[in-house]
């Protein structure tokens, strides 16, 4: 086939961008191909089976999911960033309206927490308190906002700041309201977490934190990520784009925690 001379061909590209939907969510369907490659159902199921064949999926009725849950790769910050966009977007629109004039708002690293920080731009009289590196430059430019990012290591995959350098920092910290990103959300595990070290350091801002909120879009509900940082039960309530179903919804239903659902425009 020689690919390796005329590069990567438009098929090939499509299943690239398959699979990096499919580690993301962990499971996806014909539809989902069809509505967010524009592609027809035929050539979504050619490309399942082909990539079946390969060893890199298991097809199911109406789909695909990778052969262990949950995924067992992080995944970098610039290649999920643009996953799931517009939920995103309204989550981080949700969660900057719960902020008020003179209040310390803490920030964990993640894709939707970057985008809570491009919220709160258009504020002023607001400290912010992050570990994260990318968040601190979205807002090291705006005049209205106090900022305070924590010391630390460097996490590739994340830009968070993490190690004895930040714990020390955000111990001596009192944070206001705090959102927190995570990697997956159960009944069981609670927040979880792909990194040890990030997760020492949401543990730490939530306990200095007057109010907390954990921040997820609906493809983290169900999934547990290897490190646990907290239980559901331990934030005051969720910011999503739907209402969480089966045991999450359940387990936040029965102990009366605050499910705030953000309004999502329809993804043509």
Do not use: W
Request: net charge neutral.
């Amino acid at each position: 086939m020689r690919m390796s001379e005329r590069g990567p061909n438009k098929g090939d590209k499509r299943r690239e961008r398959i699979m990096t939907m499919l580690k993301r969510q962990g499971k996806i369907t014909i539809q989902e191909i069809i509505d967010a490659l524009h592609c027809s159902e035929a050539t979504a199921r050619r490309d399942l089976d082909s990539l079946a064949r390969q060893g890199s999926l298991i097809r199911t009725i109406g789909g695909a999911q990778l052969d262990h849950l949950p995924a067992s790769r992080e995944i970098p910050f610039h290649e999920k960033k643009q996953l799931l966009l517009l939920e995103k977007e309204a989550i981080a629109a949700k969660a900057a309206a719960m902020v008020k004039p003179g209040d310390v708002v803490g920030l964990t690293g993640g894709t939707t927490t970057y985008l809570i920080a491009k919220a709160l731009k258009e504020l002023r009289g607001i400290t912010v308190v992050t570990n994260a590196v990318n968040i601190a430059m979205e807002l090291a430019d705006c005049d209205g906002i106090q900022l305070v990012l924590t010391g630390g290591v460097m996490r590739q995959n994340s830009y968070e700041l993490c190690g004895p350098l930040a714990e020390k920092v955000v111990e001596g910290l009192n944070i206001g309201i705090m959102f927190a990103g995570v990697d997956g959300v159960t009944a069981e595990q609670g927040l979880t977490t792909y990194s040890e070290q990030e997760a020492v350091i949401a543990r730490l801002m939530l306990k200095r934190s007057v109010s907390s909120y954990a921040v997820f879009d609906h493809t983290k509900v169900g999934r547990a990520s290897l490190f646990s940082f907290a239980g559901l039960d331990a934030v005051s309530g969720c910011v999503t784009d739907r209402q969480p179903e089966g045991e999450v919804g359940r387990y936040l239903e029965e102990r009366g925690i605050p499910v705030y659902v953000a309004e999502t425009a329809a993804v043509p």
